[in-house]
């Protein structure tokens, strides 16, 4: 069965601090993809990152910065400097195995971040 | 252009109300989706289109049909719903089914159901 738990339901921090979003996933699948999303007050859940199960290279984009780790089955999320339009709810997701699992994306249930100016 | 675009953005409707949910999409996906979302909760998938053709049914209540006219558009058909099916409904789609495709969304209609 396909999990991703995403323990830190909210988290606060002033402008500036850096912040780590924590994921871990459950799979048995040996390829599989994990996604990270951001969604505002707004409402439109916005891409961030895809990164598939044979590639262990951690990607810095900006002031964001992911770190995949399979030995402990975790994809965690690191913003830097962090701003207050940075402020939204975080979901990491996971997809594969094929089959059943087809066109599904399994959500962790989210982590508020709130930036203080 | 990654972009999915949804209408209206806000429905209020009665129990008794027929109304339609639209999205569109132009980027050339083959697969399309529609999640309902609560407060506070991660979307749920209801349906899903691949090739414009029901891929996947969640078991959701016949009150909510999905339709999908062509390979850009997208269409949730309401009648009698319920207070509890007030939500976030989001529309998604990707280049196809497989795995490592990664979903676009659109910005939700907010649904209240009165």
């Known amino acids: 069965a396909q999990k991703v738990t995403q323990a830190q339901t909210e988290i606060s921090v002033v402008e500036k601090e850096d912040v780590t979003l924590d994921c871990v996933y459950e799979?048995?699948?040996?390829?599989?993809?994990l996604f990270w999303y951001k969604q505002p007050p707004s409402g439109e859940l916005v891409f961030l990152i895809r990164?598939?199960?044979?590639?262990?290279q951690n990607e810095i984009s900006g002031r964001y910065s992911w770190n995949f780790q399979k030995s402990t089955s975790s994809f965690n999320f690191t913003i830097t400097a962090s701003q207050v339009v940075d402020s939204a709810v975080y979901f990491c997701a996971l997809s594969g195995g094929g089959g059943s699992t087809l066109g599904r994306l399994y959500f962790g249930r989210g982590t508020q971040l709130t930036v203080w100016p | 252009d990654t972009e999915v675009t949804q209408t209206p953005k806000h429905l209020v409707m009665g129990m008794t109300n027929k109304k339609s949910l639209k999205c569109e999409q132009h980027m050339g996906h083959r697969a399309m989706y529609w999640y309902k979302q609560k407060a506070k909760k991660p979307p749920e998938l209801m349906f899903v289109?691949?090739?414009?053709?029901?891929?996947i049914n969640e078991s959701v209540p016949s009150r909510f049909s999905p339709e999908c006219p062509n390979s850009s558009l997208l269409n949730l058909h309401l009648h009698a719903l319920q207070p509890e099916d007030s939500a976030l409904y989001l529309c998604a789609s990707s280049q196809g089914l497989q795995e490592g495709y990664e979903q676009y969304f659109g910005p939700g209609t907010r649904l209240t159901v009165t």
């Open positions: 799979t048995r699948d040996t390829t599989y993809y």
């Open positions: 289109y691949s090739y414009e053709k029901l891929s």
């Open positions: 990164r598939n199960s044979f590639d262990e």
